[in-house]
């Protein structure tokens, strides 16, 4: 008689939409994958999401993915949520949202960033307690900012969540985070996924739970993993009571549980499904991929999504400003650095000039097809401000534009300021590692290019000519939520999530090889930058005039400052 295939779930819950894979466990064949979109709202830096239409989205996309997959229900047997980092998530006393979420990409918070960056000892005090250093984008931040604009909403929240905990809250009843995401809120307070110990320093390394270096997913039990790892200083400055946010497993593949009756009935499967922890976006790309302590470690990746990151699984963790020091779900370290402006800016860059995406040349080449000789046009695409470096006000910026300059240049300069500006968070990470960028055996090292820009010619061929690496290109599309599917699988059968993606396969791909890096056309970006960024730092007339921050607020923080999303 056969045996019934056992199928898990992997859900990315992303900016734009939620996107859930039907995966077998075994062999790690994508069966089908359902999707449905997320509407953002906002303007002025407001960037906000209804997380109720998240859990909407979820039943949709797991549902058509079950469906299209052809197999029984009874066949699900594990479930796990990746999600958008940072969001802040308020639960009033029904254990619903109190407002929208306020979103990674939402810079309001920026002056409370700053604030907060100067107490506790400044940067290396909190880079010593959480392993970065506040900017907008972290959650600390929004949960000020909330405080501050809205102190009766504030004063009513029971409930403290990032996006992936309210939906694990939903399938489960439990309240859990992880380690991979709550690193990304400025008040966890161990920077690893270490399940023993403080803060650990930038010489430290990572070990498994019986001191051998083993993956060790541990089981859910809330009262052996309580509040304890987030910092009670940080969490008394900002005036967050411990006992409003969720228990922290030891890893993104930990048992929680099963799904609740309602959320059985939601989604049309058993009750008997096994809920892992899940964690954010970014650490279960790199599950995806393969990266961690059973698989690459120190290998570069390149996210081209409506941000852009840069990360790698790594064994120690680097302190620097410039860098989230994340951890990463299977007890290793995710050192991360993100741009707000990638793919979504650059397509609007598309729109305004009437072209279509590919329809592109190298800003360099100028007016009438001449060369670059050192002129041609600049785009520095900061049309959500900017994290990296840490220009939260900044606008876009266009220069070089001639009489004969043809739309294409500009669109193509779009690309590279976007580009340029990922790249150039990519070196400081490698070098922040103890790795030196231009070295051989680090520069042949092939760069991962992952997300949805990587399925377009241009941003390829842009970032392989800026980078001057050897690009993989990974096959498989949904690389958060195929991560998300193998710590389920760990959740039920306590295999290491990044030794199943290593088997399954999913970070192989077309291998391109290297070009000569296109120095002339980094220079270029380079010096536009640099001259342009103490006008960037400057609030608007329209900014001061709103009260988003005023003139005395403006601080000049050192370029670099990231974590995704």
Same mark, same amino acid.
Not at 183 to 211: I, K, L, M, Q
Not at 392 to 419: F, K, M, N, Q
């Given at each position: ?39 953002? !709202? ?55 949202? /109190? ?33 970065? =250093?506040?900017?907008? #984008? ?7 900012? /909330? ?29 859990? &985070? ?7 809120? +400025? ?35 809330? @009262? ?9 200083e940080i969490l008394d400055l900002i005036g967050l009571d411990p006992a409003l946010l969720p228990t922290v497993a030891p890893g993104g593949a930990s048992r929680v549980g099963t799904l609740t009756a309602a959320a059985a009935e939601a989604l049309g499967l058993p009750r008997t499904v096994v809920v892992a922890a899940g964690t954010g976006d970014n650490m279960a790309a790199a599950v995806g991929l393969g990266l961690g302590g059973a698989g690459l470690l120190d290998h570069p990746v390149v996210s081209l999504g409506t941000s852009g990151t840069?990360?790698?699984? !790594? ?8 860098? $989230? ?14 741009? *707000?402006? +990638?793919? *979504? ?21 100028? @007016? ?22 840490? /220009? ?12 004969? &300059? ?15 500006? =990922? ?11 103890? /790795? ?30 800026? #980078? ?10 949904? *690389? ?7 710590? $389920? ?77």
């Open positions: 008689m056969p045996t019934r295939r056992s199928v898990v779930i992997g859900v990315d819950s992303s900016t734009q939409s939620t996107k859930a894979v039907a995966v077998d466990a075994d062999t790690g064949e994508l069966l089908a994958v359902g999707r449905a979109p997320h509407t953002v !709202t906002g303007a002025a830096g407001a960037r906000e999401s209804d997380p109720e239409e998240w859990w909407t989205a979820l039943v949709t996309a797991v549902r058509a993915a079950v469906r299209d997959a052809g197999v029984p229900a009874g066949a699900v047997t594990g479930i796990a949520v990746a999600g958008q980092q940072h969001g802040l998530v308020t639960l009033g006393a029904d254990g619903r949202p /109190l407002r929208p979420a306020l979103l990674w990409n939402d810079t309001r918070s920026a002056p409370q960033a700053a604030a907060l960056a100067t107490r506790l000892g400044g940067p290396a005090g909190w880079l010593e307690r959480t392993g970065s =250093v506040p900017v907008a #984008s972290m959650t600390a931040a929004k949960w000020q900012w /909330l405080r501050e604009h809205e102190p009766r909403r504030a004063e009513a929240v029971r409930g403290v969540r990032l996006p992936h905990d309210h939906l694990t809250e939903r399938l489960t009843g439990i309240a859990v &985070t992880d380690p991979g995401d709550a690193s990304g809120t +400025c008040w966890y307070g161990r920077g690893a996924g270490a399940r023993g110990g403080g803060v650990t320093g930038a010489e430290d390394e990572v070990t498994g739970a019986d001191g051998s270096g083993a993956y060790d997913p541990g089981a859910y039990d809330p @009262g052996a993993y309580d509040r304890g790892a987030y910092d009670p840069v990360f790698a699984a !790594t064994r120690a963790r680097p302190a620097d400003p410039g860098l $989230a020091g994340f951890a990463a779900t299977d007890g290793t370290y995710l050192p991360l650095g993100c741009t *707000l402006n +990638c793919t *979504l800016a650059v397509d609007r860059f598309a729109t305004l000039l009437g072209l279509d995406r590919e329809d592109v040349s190298p800003g360099g080449s100028g @007016g009438s097809g001449g060369g670059g000789g050192g002129g041609g046009v600049v785009v520095l695409p900061y049309l959500d401000g900017e994290r990296t470096p840490d /220009l939260p006000h900044a606008a876009g910026l266009v220069t070089g534009l001639r009489h004969g &300059t043809d739309p294409r240049s500009i669109l193509g300069a779009a690309y590279e300021g976007a580009a340029f500006t =990922v790249l150039r968070a990519l070196d400081h990470l490698l070098a922040a590692c103890g /790795l030196d960028p231009a070295a051989p055996d680090v520069r042949d090292r092939p760069l991962r290019l992952i997300g949805g820009g990587a399925r377009g010619r241009a941003w390829t061929e842009t970032v392989r000519r800026l #980078s001057g690496r050897p690009l993989v290109v990974p096959a498989a599309d949904e *690389l958060v939520a195929l991560g998300a599917a193998a710590l $389920a699988a760990g959740a039920v059968t306590g295999a290491d999530p990044v030794a199943l993606t290593t088997a399954w396969g999913t970070g192989a791909g077309e291998i391109l090889p290297a070009v000569g890096r296109d120095e002339e056309t980094w220079n270029r970006i380079a010096g536009v930058l640099s001259a342009a960024t103490p006008t960037l730092l400057s609030p608007t007339v329209e900014e001061v005039g709103q009260g988003r921050r005023s003139e005395a607020d403006v601080v000049e923080v050192d370029a670099a400052a990231l974590a995704d999303g």
